[in-house]
């Protein structure tokens, strides 16, 4: 059980184009999501946390306009890269969070922008 | 603020060593602590975690105790495998927001 997708694994996008990705909990229903950026060779940075049905509540320095995110349903939030910039390729990780206040992680999704 | 200090690494050990990998933290109240896994090319895996105080978690040979007095969740495994080569994090869960705060990362490395 707990189990997190995101989709796509991977994307490779050119300057100014937007990108959108996707994060579901596949066996159970969570109300809050998390979304974290990580850079080679280091932790997890958290971006910004995803409620169900409300807006999303960002981190400080994380532009809120840039990373768009959308948590719709119990089991599907997602995050938008908007107008991606080299500055912007990372790998991207969401979390759902459980009814015992445990994160489940997503395998990630590696965005290069060109 | 909260915060996970973690030992650096890389790590290297032979096959069938004992492991200890130091974690200590800095919280008020009293927070979750846990361990995750980061295999290469993969996403992060909940390894093992700890509610409260003298709390020992377990999971895969490895295990963590809970050590309010020592402010610290060390990960233990008796014997590593070439298998267990990985990045591990230690994170401190914060009660009220559930936000995780995550240390460095370490990574393993078992030779055979």
């Known amino acids: 059980g707990a189990v997190v997708s995101q989709h796509p694994s991977w994307v490779i996008c050119k300057s100014g184009t937007s990108v959108k990705i996707e994060c579901r909990s596949l066996d159970f229903q969570a109300t809050t999501m998390f979304w974290y950026r990580q850079f080679p060779k280091q932790s997890l940075m958290l971006m910004a946390t995803s409620n169900e049905g409300s807006k999303a509540t ?8 840039k990373f768009l995110i959308n948590h719709a349903s119990l089991t599907l939030s997602t995050l938008t890269v908007t107008s991606a910039h080299p500055e912007d390729s990372s790998f991207y990780i ?3 969070l459980t009814e015992t206040d445990t994160q489940y992680f997503g395998p990630g999704t590696r965005l290069t922008v060109l | 603020g909260d915060s996970v200090t973690q030992m650096e690494g890389p790590v290297t050990l032979s096959e069938e060593a004992f492991l200890t990998i130091n974690c200590t933290y800095t919280a008020t109240g009293y927070p979750s602590l846990f361990w995750y896994v980061q295999y290469p090319g993969e996403g992060l895996q909940l390894l093992l975690k700890a509610t409260k105080a003298d709390d020992k978690g377990s999971n ?9 007095e020592t402010t610290s969740f060390h990960l233990e495994k008796g014997s590593v495998q070439v298998s267990d080569s ?9 009660g009220a927001t559930n936000k995780l705060i995550f240390g460095t990362g370490t990574l393993l490395a078992v030779q055979p």
């Open chain 1, 58 to 65: 960002y981190e400080q320095g994380v532009e809120k306009d």
């Open chain 2, 60 to 68: 895969k040979g490895f295990e963590a105790t809970y050590r309010k």
């Open chain 1, 94 to 96: 969401c979390s759902a």
């Open chain 2, 86 to 94: 990985a990045v591990y994090f230690c994170a401190l869960g914060d």
